[in-house]
């Protein structure tokens, strides 16, 4: 929206929530303090804010006035009930539909900008229509492709934007209005429509294919690492086939963030309820081979150090799902350090964005142990050097760039000898570390 905002100033953009303490942060005086991270974003919203962009509590009012309204609202893995750890919960969009279908007194555009299961369009076009005023509305589905850390960049240069509508004519005058809102900056052939279902899926399908691939070279990394391989070199060679293509390949710990197993659950939910169950195992594999990369992973650390971390003072670097962005929704080093808490590991993080409200309320949320006990294993630093301090070992979680630039033979002085790191996500320089005298163990070499 703050996009859209920016590159639209004929457009009045109102960013709606009941959360009055967010809405307060957006509208912060200071606007590096809006709570989301991401680089570029802070300059768009000074920018924008205030002259044709808004933020605001008043819900009813936004509604009532907007022409047009994108529903944006989570939907995550339903925690109770049918479908439980699977399906979609699309709670919050129902109540959404409601409330715009109590309030408008106008037509309106209203646009799926959550990731939705196919065909929830007809949910939402039934709870319109039968609870509605007797007002049109059209409903269109435009999914968003983002990544987070890169989210200004991708949005304003955009590899496509897809938007899906009712083949009706009325469905093909409400496309058009949306079609004219990015036209302002993203080229015409950028800018796909398509029927509204194939929309909806392809958002599902998008995630699952990249998060097949972070698997496929995932499950790659082990065979390498039996064989003598190097991921890395067998991802160049692969990746110069143009058929196959460079981009996410990287090996990791893992993937996280709040999409791809959402995303890839939610396809082998529909997928079942079709009855379709080989394609549902195929893509619930996907997310098999991510759990048991994480997992691997803390065993590799528990194994590699004597068998036995029990008191050992193990350094996290890193903590987000991915680097320029304080996001930890499903971050892989979630799951590693409770594997090394359940060990008796003792832990120091060091990330340089997550705050360490977020770092406990993430261990403490999995309830493995208790709130004293995560407590008690796991302290969190502002500084890496004090991180590294004395450990046996420093694992690495999250690629953040700052990373490369440390004073690694200091951080390797003030460690208990031998000093180990375990690359989860391949980013320093194998021979540099060696060279310095760590024993460096890197995901898939
Ligand atoms: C993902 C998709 O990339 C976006 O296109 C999509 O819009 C978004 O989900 C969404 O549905 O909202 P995001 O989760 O923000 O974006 O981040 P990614 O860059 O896809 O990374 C996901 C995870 O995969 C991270 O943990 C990352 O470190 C990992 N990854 C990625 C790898 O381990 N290796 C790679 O080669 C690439």
Redesign the pocket.
């Known amino acids: 929206m703050a996009i859209i905002a920016q590159k639209c100033p004929h457009i009045k953009v109102t960013v709606v929530d009941l959360n009055q303490k967010r809405i307060a942060e957006w509208n912060d005086a200071d606007v590096n303090n809006i709570p989301i991270y991401e680089p570029g974003l802070s300059a768009i919203v000074a920018e924008a804010r205030g002259r044709n962009l808004f933020f605001s509590t008043d819900i009813e009012r936004a509604i009532d006035a907007a022409d047009m309204i994108f529903i944006s609202v989570n939907t995550p893995t339903k925690t109770y009930g049918v479908g439980k750890g699977m399906a979609a919960d699309l709670k919050y969009i129902e109540l959404c539909a409601r409330q715009i279908a109590k309030i408008s007194t106008s037509d309106k555009i209203v646009v799926e900008k959550s990731?939705l299961p196919v065909r929830t369009a007809s949910a939402i076009k039934n709870i319109l229509e039968n609870t509605g005023n007797g007002v049109k509305f059209q409903i269109l589905s435009n999914p968003?492709?983002?990544?987070?850390?890169t989210a200004v960049a991708d949005l304003l240069n955009p590899d496509r934007v897809l938007i899906g509508g009712d083949t009706s004519m009325e469905g093909q005058e409400a496309i058009k209005k949306l079609v004219a809102i990015y036209s302002n900056w993203v080229l015409k052939d950028r800018i796909l429509t398509t029927n509204i279902w194939s929309s909806e899926l392809s958002k599902l399908t998008?995630?699952a294919f990249?998060a097949q691939r972070?698997s496929s070279i995932n499950a790659m990394s082990e065979l390498c690492e039996k064989t003598g391989a190097d991921v890395n070199e067998v991802a160049k060679a692969i990746g110069m086939d143009s058929r196959i293509g460079s981009k996410?390949?990287?090996a990791?710990v893992g993937?996280?963030?709040?999409?791809?197993k959402k995303?890839i659950l939610n396809l082998v939910y529909i997928a079942k309820s079709y009855g379709l169950n080989e394609v549902a195992d195929y893509w619930e594999q996907v997310i098999v081979m991510n759990d048991h990369q994480k997992s691997r992973f803390a065993k590799t650390i528990v194994k590699t150090l004597y068998n036995t971390v029990s008191g050992k003072k193990i350094a996290f670097l890193g903590w987000a799902?991915?680097k320029d962005t304080n996001d930890t929704r499903e971050s892989p080093a979630i799951y590693v350090a409770d594997d090394l808490l359940d060990e008796q590991a003792i832990i120091t993080v060091y990330d340089p964005k997550v705050t360490q409200t977020q770092i406990h309320s993430d261990v403490n949320y999995l309830n493995s142990r208790s709130e004293l006990e995560n407590k008690n294993g796991l302290t969190i630093l502002d500084n890496p050097y004090d991180v590294c301090q004395d450990s046996h070992a420093i694992v690495i979680l999250t690629e953040w760039s700052e990373f490369t630039s440390y004073d690694w033979q200091k951080i390797y002085d003030q460690m208990q000898k031998p000093a180990f790191v375990f690359d989860g996500r391949n980013v320093l320089d194998k021979k540099v570390m060696e060279k310095i005298g760590f024993v460096y163990q890197a995901i898939g070499s």
């Open positions: 990731t968003e492709f983002l990544a987070e850390g998008a995630n990249l972070v996410f390949l990287k990791s993937f996280g963030g709040s999409c791809f995303d799902f991915k």
